[in-house]
């Protein structure tokens, strides 16, 4: 067990034939004794001081662990967010294709249409043109015919008209 300054203060020394100077003793007893105390109450310091550091260094080593594993979640739900990220961009992009397909679908279908259409007006404007030529044709034939002439040929006098008239008118 170590020394406390009170046994310092405590001990006594025998006296022996021309031994040490009583009062040097004692006055270096008491400088000893009062150096002791400072190095004891240093020490009792310093205890409290490591005390309070490693409290503290708990304290930190906690928030660090507590930070750690916070950063870890953190990690996690980042890809997390990736991969559910990834996942709907994905079926973003299957949507859109889905889309553009049906829009090619539908714009392949329209044109096919628009096509047939476009076939059946020109067979619907063969027709129409061939009616047609035929049509004034035949009024070309008309108008060349020689009936036409035959008719110019007729000769009625203006005054046979006029008494035929009046004979008409009569009866």
């Known amino acids: 067990m170590p020394l406390t300054p009170l046994d310092i203060h405590n001990k006594e020394f025998n006296k022996g034939f021309r ?10 007893l ?6 002791y105390e400072i190095i004891i109450r240093e020490k009792k310091e310093l205890e409290e001081k490591l005390n309070d550091q490693k409290t503290r260094l708990g ?27 990834q996942k709907e961009a994905k079926l973003i992009i ?7 397909d049906r829009i090619v ?14 076939e059946d007006l020109k067979k619907q404007s063969k027709v129409f043109r061939t ?13 060349n015919n020689d009936d036409w002439d035959h008719l110019l040929q007729y000769e009625i006098d203006a005054a046979e ?11």
């Open 30 to 35: 008491d400088q000893v004794i009062k150096d």
């Open 19 to 28: 031994g040490y100077d009583e009062d040097e003793v004692n006055e270096f």
């Open 105 to 118: 679908n539908e714009s392949l279908s329209k044109a096919r249409k628009i096509a047939l259409e476009i």
């Open 94 to 100: 299957k949507e859109a294709e889905k889309n553009a």
């Open 161 to 171: 008209l006029k008494s035929a008239e009046e004979e008409d008118s009569m009866a």
């Open 59 to 85: 304290h930190f080593s906690n928030i660090e662990e507590t930070l750690n594993k916070s950063i870890v979640v953190a990690q996690e739900a980042a890809e997390e967010v990736k991969r559910n990220a």
């Open 131 to 143: 009616r047609f030529k035929m049509l004034i044709e035949a009024q070309l034939d008309l108008l």
